[in-house]
Every structure is written in C-alpha cells, then in structure tokens.
C-alpha cells in the first residue's frame, strides 16, 4: 500500500481526526459547533468511509474536501463507491452513492490515498482507515482493540490513527501509539452473536447497555515533546437522520435505527453461519 506524506503547519494547534461519516451530515453540523469552540486553529484529517447508510454522500464529500482538503484517506466504501455504478440505486449505497457525486466530486476522492504519513511538530503520524494493512492484508471490522493494537502499532512512526471498527481506543504499545476514531455518527458498542446474546466491540468481557450511543472523534494537541491524543465523545440530532433513513426507503432502516440509537449492530440472519462456511471453505 503506497503511502503519502504531508505536513501539517507547524502553528495548527490541534489535529482532529475523525472517520465513518457515512454520508450523515447532523453529526458533521454538531461538529462544527464544536470546533468552534476550540480558540486556537486546527486541522481536520478523515479517516475514510464517507459513503453507504446516510443519504447525502455528495454533500459529505463537499464538506470533507472543504474542510480537510487532502488530509483524508479512502476507506473500503469509498473504494467500493469509485468502482462506479451501472444503474440506479439508492443514495445509501456504494454504487447509489456514485450517481450522486459530480465529476469535481469524483475526481477529489480518486486523487485520496489509503494510507498517509502526517508530518508535525517533529512527529510521524500515520493515518489508514484499517480495513486492511500496509502490506494489504484484510483486517475485519469485528477486531477488537487488543488486537488491531498489535497489528498497526509501528515503532517508525509516533502515532499510527485508524478507524473502520467504529469503536474508539487509545493505546501505547511499545513506545508508539495506536489509537480509532470510532465513528461520527454510528459508533459500534457490540454486535448480536449467533445466540442473539451481544458481543461487546471492545476487550470487554461482557456488553454493558448505554443509554445513548455517543459518536466520537479524536483530538491531538502536543504537551512538550509528546503527543496528546483524546477521544472527544458527542451527541447529535438523531432523529433528523433517521428520518431522512426513513424518508430514503432504506430496505435496512430498522437496523441503522438500532444501531444509531443503541450502539448495537444486529447482524444479518445466518451471518455467522456465512463465516462459518466461509473459514471452512479457507481451510
């Protein structure tokens, strides 16, 4: 996987990476009163996956070119989405998402990377979307942090940022840092096992219920010569989007809802008899 590199400007005061837009713009809009909160500058680096579930996938594209220009990385939608569309589908999906895009809005994210090496302030932050590995290994969206800890951390560089889990972490391993996202509007808590009981998306040993399922980003000053990564945790208006769900005829409405409220992803019937089949298949 080939690799960019940019720089950050040296007096940006706060790096803020976030992922998993997923064609939702209220939590972009709740982000934005956030940010201007912050009273020092900042840059806004994307994680990927822009496209499926929310219904303005041309809109976000605007947004994030407008407000991360090429600090951003394509994530496994978005490479789905550029494949191209041969029909009409819904705004929800990879090739519904294409029709919606203007050629100045296809051509800005064919010019994205899958992976980019940050440079600021004298440190080495790399940024994938984590679905798969530099050497192009595929990684599931199911990994729990212990382990994408182990596959990412990378001791040549500072800080190694990913998402596609849309479960937020941060850890130190071995003098560098490995952290996630999560996701901006549809953070991921734990997902139904095949006895319909609900696996927690973390290292958790059991899945404990929030009320609400807050998204979140990430938020990185320096505090003398090392990095300070937070994860900032928000609300948004939930019920405008799943409206507009509603309003699109999304067959998958229901569960998006769930998930958007609950931080809980009921997986498709006979999911894991499929991976089932398929591990058995592999061996």
Same mark, same amino acid.
């Given at each position: 996987? !080939?690799?960019?590199?940019? &720089? ?8 803020? =990476? ?12 709740? =982000? ?22 929310? /219904? ?14 090429? =600090? ?8 789905? &989405? ?31 990377? !899958? &992976? ?18 530099? &050497? ?15 596959? =990412? ?33 549809? /953070? ?9 009981? /609900?696996?927690?998306?973390?290292? !958790? ?79």
């Amino acid at each position: 996987m !080939e690799v960019k590199t940019l &720089a950050a400007d040296d007096a940006v005061e706060r790096l803020l =990476f976030m992922s998993d837009l997923h064609g939702l713009l209220e939590p972009l809009d709740a =982000f934005d009163e956030l940010r201007a909160g912050y009273a020092e500058p900042s840059q806004v680096i994307v994680g990927g996956d822009l496209f499926v579930v929310g /219904v303005k996938p041309a809109e976000t594209v605007d947004w994030v070119r407008e407000n991360a220009g090429q =600090f951003a990385v394509l994530g496994n939608h978005d490479i789905g &989405a550029l494949k191209g569309s041969d029909g009409h589908y819904g705004p929800y999906t990879e090739p519904g998402s294409y029709e919606c895009l203007d050629a100045a809005q296809i051509e800005y994210m064919r010019s994205l990377p !899958e &992976a980019l090496e940050v440079r600021w302030r004298g440190k080495r932050i790399r940024l994938m979307h984590g679905h798969r590995t530099l &050497a192009g290994e595929a990684v599931s969206w199911l990994t729990k942090p212990r382990e994408l800890t182990r596959v =990412f951390a990378d001791p040549e560089v500072d800080l190694t940022v990913i998402a596609h889990t849309h479960y937020p972490f941060v850890r130190e391993t071995g003098g560098t840092l490995v952290a996630n996202c999560g996701s901006m509007g549809m /953070v991921l808590l734990g997902y139904t096992r095949a006895d319909g009981t /609900v696996e927690p998306q973390g290292d !958790e040993s059991t899945f404990t219920p929030v009320p609400r399922a807050l998204s979140s980003f990430l938020s990185m000053t320096t505090q003398g010569d090392a990095l300070s990564v937070d994860i900032v945790r928000f609300d948004y208006d939930r019920d405008r989007t799943t409206e507009m769900l509603r309003e699109a005829g999304d067959p998958d409405f229901g569960t998006w809802e769930h998930w958007l409220n609950t931080g809980v992803y009921r997986l498709p019937a006979g999911y894991w008899e499929r991976v089932a089949r398929s591990a058995s298949t592999s061996s």
